[in-house]
């Protein structure tokens, strides 16, 4: 591994990721973290999730309303996208790149603001967002992969059109219905070691209702009416909720099914051309599968990748540093060969996970 300094900091991977830092993995029992049966507690986070995917199915339904009636107000969503973008790079840049992968390091004060963006954008505290995804990581596509479109705990999801199908919803949002995520403690213990994620991760609802208020705020000063405050609810609270959600559940749905796999990555993982624009880079699927713990998920110049930029621009103003990204020999070392059989879904062995 070695270091360059051109024109920031960045860290250039040149041995396997594997041996990269945190997170600390360990070998814990398989069917121990299969949930089977749903406990009053999982139903009750059943219905909380049901209420965060539908009540900004509301929300949009509500704008649509209104706008029909009064006129599209172009101020209100740029309330809105403003919001979105905030949110999203909490999601993109801070719960995945910097608390998941560690893919680069920043100061608490950074940590903490991407940690409450990321915390508004209502995916869960940052903790359980992050031992979900370090688990994705590790079973990606196999029967232990909390949302993979297609394997299951009990199984493939089927062939033909209807598999797809059932795979695709239980990928984008099904899986938030079957319980909580259990054994997630062994991937999370340095995010609980760091003081400034776990007072964010406890502040999570604060974070949440802190969201929907200040776009409130901004619409009511704005326009200076309660109609205002109720659209700046609407348009930069639940709307934006709506938008962000939708986008980050496509990486995972989306992204497994459709698109190019340039690299071997041990799953079914995509780069998809729509999903990497929308998704502030992270449609660049396989892409970020063959080097997890990589900064930059677009690793060409076309693939655009905002969160990378945006992780540049703040270590051009020293707001990150030790950036991680895979040098040329290393991506050539992983880009899949023609003649290479594809994958094949089994569930694999723990030595098998990136
Ligand atoms: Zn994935
Ligand atoms: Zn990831």
């Known amino acids: 591994m070695q270091l360059t300094r051109d024109p920031v900091t960045v860290q250039i991977l040149t041995t396997p990721h594997r041996t990269a830092p945190p997170p600390a993995i360990e070998k814990a029992s398989e069917e121990g973290d299969r949930v089977r049966a749903l406990s009053p507690a999982d139903r009750k986070l059943r219905m909380i999730n049901l209420g965060a995917v539908l009540v900004p199915i509301v929300g949009l339904v509500m704008v649509t309303v209104m706008s029909w009636g009064w006129g599209f107000d172009w101020v209100q969503f740029g309330v809105s996208v403003g919001m979105s973008l905030a949110t999203a790079f909490g999601i993109t840049v801070g719960f995945h790149r910097l608390f998941t992968h560690r893919s680069f390091r920043a100061p608490a004060p950074v940590r903490y603001t991407l940690a409450a963006l990321g915390s508004m954008a209502v995916q869960g505290p940052v903790i359980e967002w992050a031992g979900t995804h370090r688990r994705h990581h590790q079973h990606s596509d196999g029967e232990e992969d909390p949302h993979s479109p297609h394997m299951h705990a009990d199984g493939s999801w089927g062939d033909g059109i209807l598999g797809t199908l059932r795979g695709f919803y239980h990928a984008h949002v099904g899986w938030l219905f079957a319980g909580r995520c259990k054994g997630l403690g062994k991937y999370t213990k340095d995010l609980h070691a760091d003081p400034v994620v776990a007072m964010v991760n406890r502040q999570f609802l604060f974070w949440v209702v802190a969201g929907l208020v200040l776009p409130a705020v901004l619409g009511g000063v704005i326009s200076l009416s309660w ?42 993982s995509r780069n998809n051309v729509l999903v990497g624009v929308l998704g502030m880079g992270e449609g660049w699927h396989n892409n970020h599968h063959a080097f997890p713990t990589s900064a930059r998920h677009g690793l060409t110049w076309w693939q655009l990748d905002t969160s990378y930029l945006l992780i540049r621009g703040m270590a051009l103003v020293g707001l990150a540093s030790d950036i991680r990204v895979p040098d040329a020999v290393r991506i050539e070392s992983k880009r899949r060969v023609r003649a290479e059989p594809p994958f094949q879904p089994v569930n694999r062995p723990e030595s098998a996970a990136p």
Do not use: Q
């Not at 709506?242 to 986008?247: T, Y």
């Not at 559940?249 to 340039?262: A, D, E, F, K, Q």
């Open 227 to 268: 109609t205002g405050a109720l659209l700046g609810f609407l348009w930069g609270g639940l709307v934006r909720i709506l938008a962000v959600h939708h986008i980050t559940w496509s990486v995972n749905s989306i992204c497994h099914l459709w698109g190019s796999s340039p690299f071997r990555s041990h799953d079914e």
